[in-house]
């Protein structure tokens, strides 16, 4: 895929202009500064298109820009799981892991693991599946993924395109844990899970969601931490119009933002 030629200079002077401008308040010349940011780079790396929404303004994005979550986790592969687990108390793999005990589901044949990264979930799950997949988006977090030996096959792909195009055999098991926070409308992820995958599967995923005042009656919106959060009965519908059947649904925290719990819910779904 040819790359267009950016400009990194003026990018990197616009963007760090319009975060200046967003810390300090001036919403107005913020976001025409994002503007001027997404004129230089269309493709987005930098994720000006969801600041702008953080921020309240513009359309809301179906989800976020590929560039910016290929470049955001490539970026910060290295140091992810440090980050993710030892700073931010991210330990929505065991929670998921706990779950399927609990409710006594599995073992499973062949798991999908969508956005593995570094392979949190997939070496959470690993003893109780025959074969598991992993795609990410991030190169870097599918290189720290491979040198685990924990995935039997691993792609770098974006999550909708790969569930698309895949044509390998389905899946009893799918994951999609953080994933959720990158994306607005579910529609291309739960239907392209529903393709991939043998009747009475297994998906399980994570969203976070903000309280209902915030999001006012909408059924995605961009947090003022440039994450998706979705309403509950949103998922409900969506998962219900894809031919998925609720197992369970509960409410845990996600992550520690800024020494906040960040709230939100983990979905496990049958498809019928």
Do not use: W
């Amino acid at each position: 895929m040819s790359k267009q030629k950016i400009d990194e200079e003026a990018l990197a002077e616009a963007y760090n202009r319009a975060l200046a401008l967003e810390k300090a308040g001036d919403v107005d010349a913020a976001v025409k500064a994002y503007e001027d940011v997404l004129a230089i780079d269309p493709e987005d790396h930098g994720g000006a298109a969801v600041r702008i929404a953080a921020m309240g303004r513009g359309e809301t994005p179906t989800k976020a820009p590929d560039a910016y979550v290929e470049t955001l986790f490539d970026q910060h592969a290295e140091a992810f799981e440090d980050i993710l687990v030892e700073q931010l108390g991210y330990a929505v793999p065991v929670l998921v892991r706990q779950r399927l005990q609990t409710l006594g589901l599995g073992p499973f044949k062949r798991m999908l693991d969508l956005g593995c990264g570094t392979g949190l979930t997939g070496g959470t799950l690993r003893d109780l599946v025959e074969d598991i997949t992993g795609l990410d988006i991030s190169e870097n977090m599918v290189e720290i993924a491979h040198e685990k030996e924990l995935y039997d096959t691993l792609y770098v792909a974006e999550v909708e395109d790969f569930l698309e195009d895949n044509d390998d055999e389905p899946f009893d098991l799918i994951t999609a844990t953080d994933v959720l926070p990158y994306l607005g409308a579910l529609e291309p992820l739960l239907f392209g899970a529903a393709e991939n995958m043998v009747p009475g599967g297994l998906l399980i995923f994570s969203s976070e969601t903000l309280a209902d005042a915030v999001m006012a009656g909408r059924p995605y919106m961009v947090g003022p931490h440039q994450r998706f959060a979705h309403a509950q009965d949103y998922v409900l519908a969506r998962l219900a119009e894809t031919g998925f059947e609720l197992v369970e649904i509960t409410d845990i925290n996600v992550r520690m933002q800024d020494g906040e719990p960040t709230p939100g819910h983990l979905f496990i779904a049958r498809l019928k």
